[in-house]
């Protein structure tokens, strides 16, 4: 169709033409695309560097019109017949592309999903901004969207458009604040950014999606389109059974990993183990282990991998260092098959200042706090969510949905609450801002927490989460309902300081400290705790958890067993870092691998196989999971012989039955012939011994002692035990009968 060039630039802001060619148009559809005439259709297209564009039939490629240069710096203009279906052949000096028109597809963003955006509750968030790979009128292409609200322009740049910002300009739907593209005949694999121009016309540094489904691997930086197809799970017996228990009831014994030390392969450039490759590994060695956890430090796409992840950027992107987002699914379902549910770290506290992430988005803090006393953590150097604004918090629950519903994740364990909690956390007087009340207290993380967890129970009713809070704040664990923050659990960090310090003293030394292993307990049931020995523990100088016991080789072994012999006594859920199940001897670093050569060792390969039987006896003993998290199950038989460093700890089943005696030795000393008062008359087998030959121990204990009628510890019924020095051994009553005190 023939028509005059005049009419081509009709209408046309010589003006606003200036603003697209720079890059500096807020609304390119006003220009580009289809613009419907007296018996034509205008099309307009932006090609800047292409020798010529034709307009071509959809269905057949043939060419309709040639498309006149209307400006040097490459705009197109064209004609075809009012609604006749058209694509754009674009001749480029060394190749040619066919594609439809971006601008000729309507808007994609439903007007709900704006107003759940702006109202921070869009639990979908991530299958709805981002990139998103789908078919619009029969076209294969992604859907590009990102909240930008200040910006002038934004473009969506990538291998597909050269990283030309000038060739994607993005529309504004401005009651939102989002912009949207959809771009055909691309899709999964495809990288990209956002280019922002700011309100003031400043070109900012090209932006990586915050809300990309996937990443290249660092030290790259660009967003990866993720693919729609949903991953074909095996998990539904799993996922269908975990939504019936309550979080906590039984055993949980989680072994904490950081997958990119957990082991390298030195022959191959010391790489890490990809996804896959765990599942084969990781995942049998966790399973025979018998952990029923496993929670990995974050996975998340971060910049610098000695964060360790706990300075992300992606918060909806699992980091390529592993493999890809499938890949990950896969990890999973092969927990789930093995009977291993999966935690993930996951961090809403803060993110970091690279210019390619959140910092300053759109020009302005847009994800962050304005003023510095709110919204810069000193101590990390990083930039603290706002989390007054409905779209931030909007976005990191989005955040948590996307791992919990998406890939199945069975728990959070959401990385510095007190940080979060206190606005003068790490903060001298005057570089913080008292909230509306003139307190300390963050109000709005307390509304972001409730919230959070509130969605989480009310969608994934298989999933709970886990807080690291390290201060008395009241309620962690309380249900919303009832006052509380809503999480499941709370790292009980008081007893990890108290229990590792008392166990560094030389035994000698310990009965000045016998408080602190006693101590936990005068609150243990204010919370849902959970035991941590993590990674925290064991780098920073801190040593490995072996490295912290007094005396030789032989008693800093003995020290250990019998140390996490006293943890899986405890009342509290069970956490351990890796490495620590075979008595690491050096610190965790995270550019190495765990010294699995240890396990040459026979005293090594025997405090593996304690952890292994400590597990066991959780598992199967009701008593020691039921007053995890129930008082009536847990007493203190022990609790004062501070003189010999004995702890005896009782531990009851729901119904006040299947007892187990737990009693520990901090001294190099066997103790024979000590009375213990039992509850009721019987015999009590000894079921495990860290002082047990198979350990690495000198196999002092006993196989069965049976009860006297001689009173000890205020009860009528005792036993005459041998202790064995620096040990812990749990025995259970052959048979259950009325206490009779």
């Not at 498309?67 to 203009?77: D, E, K, R, T, V």
């Not at 029923?292 to 991998?305: A, S, V, Y």
């Not at 709005?444 to 690291?468: D, Y």
């Not at 009701?622 to 012989?641: K, M, N, R, T, Y």
Request: glycine share 10%; proline share 6%.
């Amino acid at each position: 169709m023939n028509i005059e060039r005049s009419e081509l630039t009709a209408g046309l802001d010589p003006y606003a033409i200036e603003a697209l060619i720079a890059g500096q148009h807020g609304d390119p559809f006003s220009i580009l695309g289809p613009h419907d005439g007296s018996g034509a259709r205008i099309v307009r297209a932006f090609f800047p560097g292409a020798e010529g564009v034709d307009l071509v039939e959809t269905a057949s490629g043939s060419v309709q019109a040639r498309m006149h240069l209307i400006h040097p710096a490459g705009l197109f203009a064209g004609s075809v017949p009012n609604g006749a279906a058209y694509a754009l052949s674009v001749h480029w000096p060394e190749a040619d592309q066919t594609t439809e028109d971006p601008y000729a597809f309507p808007l994609l963003l439903g007007e709900l999903d704006l107003h759940l955006i702006s109202q921070g509750t869009h639990y979908a968030l991530g299958r709805t901004l981002g990139a998103v790979a789908m078919e619009v009128d029969g076209i294969h292409g992604v859907r590009f969207s990102v909240w930008a609200p200040t910006a002038k322009r934004v473009s969506v740049v990538g291998d597909f458009n050269s990283w030309d910002g000038r060739r994607n300009p993005m529309r504004l739907r401005r009651e939102a604040g989002i912009w949207e593209l959809f771009i055909p005949r691309i899709g999964p694999g495809d990288r990209y950014k956002f280019e922002i121009v700011d309100q003031n016309g400043n070109l900012l540094s090209q932006k990586a999606d915050p809300v990309a489904r996937a990443s290249e691997a660092a030290p790259a930086t660009a967003s990866i389109v993720a693919s729609s197809t949903p991953f074909q799970w095996s998990d539904d017996d799993w996922m269908r059974t975990a939504s019936k228990r309550s979080a906590g009831e039984g055993a949980m014994s989680v072994y904490e990993v950081h997958l990119g030390s957990w082991v390298r392969i030195p022959e191959e450039g010391n790489r890490w183990l990809d996804w896959i490759e765990l599942s084969q590994r990781l995942v049998p060695y966790v399973a025979d282990l018998g952990f029923t956890h496993i929670e990995l430090l974050p996975i998340m796409e971060h910049p610098f991998g000695g964060s360790w992840g706990y300075q992300p950027l992606g918060l909806f992107a699992p980091t390529g260092r592993y493999g890809t987002p499938e890949d990950l699914a896969y990890f999973v379902d092969r927990c789930h098959a093995h009977g291993i549910g999966v935690i993930l770290d996951w961090v809403p506290a803060h993110f970091p200042t690279d210019v390619w992430g959140l910092a300053r988005f759109d020009g302005t803090a847009l994800y962050e706090h304005q003023d510095p006393r709110e919204g810069f953590h000193k101590d990390w150097n990083t930039l603290i969510y706002n989390l007054g604004r409905n779209e931030v918090k909007g976005f990191l629950i989005a955040s948590a949905m996307e791992w919990l519903e998406h890939f199945h994740i069975d728990a959070l364990r959401v990385d510095a609450v007190a940080s979060m909690l206190y606005r003068d956390y790490s903060r001298d007087a005057g570089e913080w801002i008292p909230n509306k009340y003139g307190g300390r207290e963050n109000l709005e993380s307390v509304e972001f927490f409730k919230h959070l967890n509130s969605i989480i129970h009310q969608r994934c009713p298989h999933a709970f989460t886990v807080a690291e809070e390290s201060t008395a704040w009241p309620g962690v664990t309380r249900p919303v309902e009832e006052g509380g923050l809503g999480f499941d659990f709370k790292w009980n960090m008081g007893w990890m300081h108290d229990t590792l310090h008392y166990i560094q003293n030389e035994p000698i030394y310990r009965k000045y400290h016998h408080g602190m292993m006693t101590f936990g307990m005068v609150y243990a049931y204010s919370e849902r705790f959970m035991l941590p020995i993590s990674h925290d523990e064991v780098v920073h100088g801190k040593g490995s958890l072996l490295g912290k016991m007094p005396g030789d080789d032989w008693q800093k072994l003995a020290n250990l067993r019998a140390y996490l012999g006293f943890m899986w006594a405890h009342p509290g859920k069970k956490l351990l870092f890796m490495g620590s199940e075979i008595g690491q001897t050096t610190e965790w670093n995270h550019d190495g691998s765990i010294v699995w050569d240890l396990l040459d060792d026979p005293r090594h390969a025997g405090l593996q196989r304690l952890v292994r039987d400590l597990n066991k006896i959780y598992r199967e003993n009701e008593a020691l999971q039921f007053s995890d998290l129930h008082p009536e199950g847990f007493d203190w038989i022990v609790a004062d012989d501070a003189e010999n460093s004995i702890f005896a700890m009782l531990r009851k089943n729901r119904s006040g039955n299947g007892q187990v005696l737990a009693v520990s030795n901090f001294t190099p000393v066997p103790r024979t012939g000590y009375r213990i008062g039992v509850p009721a008359s019987g015999c009590w087998r000894e079921i495990l011994n860290s002082d047990a030959a198979v350990y690495g121990g000198s196999n002092h204990g006993n196989v069965e002692v049976c009860s006297e009628p001689v009173p000890s510890h205020g009860k009528q019924q005792s036993l005459l035990l041998t202790i064995p020095p620096l040990a812990t051994i749990f025995l259970r009553c052959s048979q259950d009968e009325v206490p009779t005190a």
